[in-house]
């Protein structure tokens, strides 16, 4: 049986893994184990883009760079902490794969999902392929019922605004076409979690193609409140202004 | 054309369609005042539906939280053979 990416065509492509990681000592030492014994045949590269962390994880990230090679992981650091969107144009820059993933470093992304969306790309030549964590054979772990009940009315007001034909508006595990996220990324200006809202909305109103692969999503942040009424406020905020601007 | 064209294009057909229901009184006059406030009541009643019902349905994976912890052992295993310090959590 011949090497599935013959039977695919004769280009081989490239992957960028963009991690931006601020205190993942631990965590991105994991997730880079994971994603080398989930894309063994898959030629790809990680960026690191690290937010000068106080606890040390540039220097596992530069122990990791000795057992794997300095060309399979990049360590592409700021002196302090930028914000996530100038973290993935930053990693953009050094990135020399055909296609760009981007994903969390602290586990709630599992690199084994990375071959899924890899052959969703190869099988529909999406421009995206977003993670979604709604459907069904994807999924949420660690969320009390306020916590669901908030995704999910969010989820159904920005529906219904925006038609973003997504079904996961947050989600920031995607895997894009290098020239797409350049395109896109660079007309984008919120922060936080309304700006993986603003990629994935203008990408759509661009017409880009976006397909979806199911993924599942460990909170881990046990405890933490993230969903306050600031939080609350500022979501509603990005939702009118991508309401008016997209 | 920009998204909030097209709602606002939407909207303005749905009130086009309201006044000329007011002018011609197939309905009786009385009736099609309410129906602006039916619209928005019935269109409030579906997104609550919405939020209850994707509630109930929201996806959940708690053996995905067995499985991670199974897969960080095993890479803190591998890499204490290989000498690399990755102190705990």
């Known amino acids: ?38 894309l063994r045949d898959v030629d790809f590269e990680i960026i690191v883009v690290d937010d000068g962390s106080p606890d040390g994880t540039q220097d596992i990230v530069k122990q990791l760079q000795q057992l794997y090679g300095e060309d399979r992981i990049l360590l592409r650091a700021r002196a302090k902490k930028l914000g996530l969107g100038t973290a993935y144009i930053h990693g953009l820059k050094y990135a020399t794969g055909d296609f760009v993933v981007i994903m969390d470093a602290d586990l709630s992304h599992h ?37 669901k009940l908030t995704s999910r009315g969010a989820n159904v007001l920005a529906q219904t605004l925006l038609w973003p034909g997504v079904s996961d508006l947050t989600g920031s595990f995607r895997l894009y076409k290098k ?11 919120s922060k936080g979690y309304v700006f993986q809202m603003e990629m ?21 942040v046990f405890g933490t409140s993230k969903l306050g009424g600031s939080e609350i406020v500022e979501y509603l905020k990005g939702l009118v202004y991508l309401l008016l601007t997209t | ?9 939407l909207l303005a057909a749905i009130s086009a369609f309201w006044i000329g ?11 099609t005042w309410l129906l602006p406030i039916y619209f928005v009541v019935s269109l409030g009643c579906y997104g609550l539906l919405m939020v209850g019902v994707g509630l109930m349905q929201f996806p959940t994976c708690p053996q995905e939280a067995v499985l991670l912890q199974k897969d960080i052992t095993e890479a803190k295993e591998f890499f204490k053979h290989k000498g690399v310090d990755v102190g705990s959590d």
């Open chain 1, 111 to 147: 690199p084994k999902y990375l071959p899924s969306f890899i052959k969703k790309q190869l099988e529909t030549d999406a421009s995206i392929v977003t993670g979604t964590r709604y459907v069904k054979d994807g999924g949420v772990h660690g969320w009390n019922l306020m916590r």
């Open chain 2, 21 to 31: 229901l007011l002018q011609a009184a197939i309905i009786p006059r009385s009736h």
């Open chain 1, 200 to 220: 994935i909305v203008r990408a759509s109103r661009k017409g880009y193609q976006i397909e979806e692969v199911p993924i599942t999503f460990v909170d881990r």
């Open chain 1, 179 to 189: 020239l797409v996220l350049e395109d896109v990324i660079s007309s984008c200006v």
């Open chain 1, 1 to 38: 049986m011949a090497d599935e990416k013959e039977n695919i065509g004769e280009k081989k492509y490239k992957y960028s893994i963009i991690i931006p990681t601020y205190n993942e000592r631990l965590n991105i030492a994991i997730i880079v184990y994971l994603i080398f014994n989930h």
């Open chain 2, 1 to 9: 054309m920009k998204h909030i064209v097209k709602i606002l294009s």
